[in-house]
């Protein structure tokens, strides 16, 4: 599989950007994806999640309400919209998902949010 994210950069406070991961390699409509983050000095976390159908999604406590995790499975692409900003937020972003057994990571994305 390939994880190709994208769309990160620098906002301030209460800023909005929207993350693509575009996904080659893989049927990407038979796979559940999710995003990441890891702050510097952090550990990685799950930040969001989709199911294959984008039927259901799932959201770490801190950012919903804010963050829309959601795909186009005509494009093979998985996104996360990401308004209200906060400085807590600034991390690198990895789109993930698991093929055959194993968790799979594209590059990551920066993204900065300054106060």
């Known amino acids: 599989v390939q994880l190709q994210a994208s769309g990160g950069g620098s906002v301030q406070a209460g800023g909005f950007l929207r993350l693509s991961c575009g996904v080659s390699r893989i049927m990407f409509s038979a796979y559940d994806m999710a995003w990441y983050r890891q702050a510097p000095g952090k550990e990685r976390e799950l930040v969001a999640s989709?199911?294959?159908?984008?039927?259901?999604?799932t959201y770490e406590n801190s950012v919903k309400g804010r963050f829309i995790i959601f795909r186009d499975n005509a494009k093979d692409a998985v996104y996360l919209q990401m308004n209200s900003l906060k400085p807590e937020d600034t991390a690198v972003y990895y789109c993930?998902?698991?093929?055959?057994?194993?968790?799979?990571w594209g590059q990551g994305t920066l993204v900065t949010v300054s106060s």
């Open positions: 993930s998902t698991v093929e055959r057994g194993l968790r799979q």
């Open positions: 989709i199911t294959s159908d984008g039927g259901l999604t």
